[in-house]
T-cell receptor, first 113, second 112 residues
Framework: AQSVTQPDIHITVSEGASLELRCNYS??????LFWYVQSPGQGLQLLLK??????LVQGIKGFEAEFKRSQSSFNLRKPSVHWSDAAEYFC???????????FGAGTTVTVRA | DGGITQSPKYLFRKEGQNVTLSCEQN?????MYWYRQDPGQGLRLIYY???????QKGDIAEGYSVSREKKESFPLTVTSAQKNPTAFYLC???????????FGSGTRLTVV
């Protein structure tokens, strides 16, 4: 069975500081991995995705994520956080033969001035 | 532009009434999904459909019903059997190729 764990429920970071959100997955085959962002009262927007190839993927809004197969992880990073990055972030896993995604519980990011 | 549209954005209903949430996509996606979101509980799958005239229950289907008569449309009915229907509802769609989901902007349902 596929599953995603986001260990951090809530993270507070200062504006301009770096951000790293953790994601661990369980999947029986080659995973497709995704990070989504959700602002309050809105739908989810895709930040980036990993299917294969280079394990460091770049996304929108200055985010990047690194796939580490040995650790079953797909952590999201941003070098310098802006106040507009305050949102909820979801990691998800799927596969070529199972396009229904499994989502983590989400991590809420608060940005302080 | 292609996208997925949920309507209405806000919906108020009296307890005991059925209510239908609309979800339409023009992305030519095969699959469509309904999720419920409550504070601190992430996304919970209600129903999904991979093809027209076929759909499957998700993790919390009780008290909900759906139909998929057209590829573009996947309406969700919240019935009076749903014990706690007040929530934020998200619709999504995807291709079979596993390219990820496209989400609608959500409908906030409040039952009073």
């Amino acid at each position: 069975a596929q599953s995603v764990t986001q260990p951090d429920i809530h993270i507070t970071v200062s504006e301009g500081a770096s951000l790293e959100l953790r994601c661990n997955y369980s999947y029986g085959a080659t995973p497709y991995l995704f990070w989504y962002v959700q602002s309050p009262g809105q739908g989810l927007q895709l930040l980036l995705k990993y299917f294969s190839g280079d394990t460091l993927v770049q996304g929108i809004k200055g985010f990047e994520a690194e796939f580490k197969r040995s650790q079953s992880s797909f952590n999201l990073r941003k070098p310098s956080v802006h106040w507009s990055d305050a949102a909820e972030y979801f990691c998800a896993v799927g596969g070529v033969n199972d396009y229904k995604l499994s989502f983590g519980a989400g991590t809420t990011v608060t940005v302080r001035a | 532009d292609g996208g997925i549209t949920q309507s209405p954005k806000y919906l108020f209903r009296k307890e005991g009434q059925n209510v239908t949430l609309s979800c339409e996509q023009n992305l030519n996606h095969d699959a469509m999904y309904w999720y419920r979101q409550d504070p601190g509980q992430g996304l919970r799958l209600i129903y999904y459909s991979q093809i027209v005239n076929d759909f499957q229950k998700g993790d919390i289907a009780e008290g909900y019903s759906v139909s998929r008569e057209k590829k573009e449309s996947f309406p969700l009915t919240v019935t009076s059997a749903q014990k706690n229907p007040t929530a934020f509802y998200l619709c999504a769609s995807s291709m079979r190729s596993g390219n990820g989901y496209t989400f609608g902007s959500g409908t906030r349902l409040t039952v009073v």
